[in-house]
């Protein structure tokens, strides 16, 4: 199982960047599949998660608007789109997989990415 996360780098203050999370080593489409965060001397925080089938979507507060999250089935890809970035979205960007617990099979199961960093600065 991987997830490997791709596209971060250093970005200005009102830039864009978009993260991308490639899948393998499981059934992809059986995840709800999320985006985290870390910023220095904090605790991991949700940004976004969408469902196996793409159909549902949910942010945190402070990300709304600004971060699109996305999935493609076809290339077991997760992506996240983020505008207007600000210093405080400075951190290491987590991809998360979960299996959806309707099926016995995927139940529990739980997988993490290593992370890219977003730094931005001026």
């Known amino acids: 199982v991987q997830l490997v996360e791709s596209g971060g780098g250093l970005v200005q203050p009102g830039g864009s960047l978009r993260l991308s999370c490639a899948a393998s080593?499981?059934?992809?489409?059986?995840?709800?599949m999320s985006w985290y965060r870390q910023a220095p001397g904090k605790e991991r925080e949700l940004v976004a998660s969408?469902?196996?089938?793409?159909?549902?979507?949910n942010y945190a507060t402070s990300m709304k608007g600004r971060f699109t999250i996305s999935r493609d089935n076809a290339k077991n890809t997760v992506y996240l789109l983020m505008n207007s970035l600000k210093p405080e979205d400075t951190a290491v960007y987590y991809c998360r997989a979960q299996g959806i617990a309707t099926i016995p099979a995927f139940r529990g199961m739980d997988y993490w990415g290593k992370g890219t960093l977003v730094t931005v600065s001026s």
């Open positions: 080593g499981f059934t992809f489409s059986s995840y709800v």
């Open positions: 969408i469902t196996s089938a793409g159909g549902s979507t």
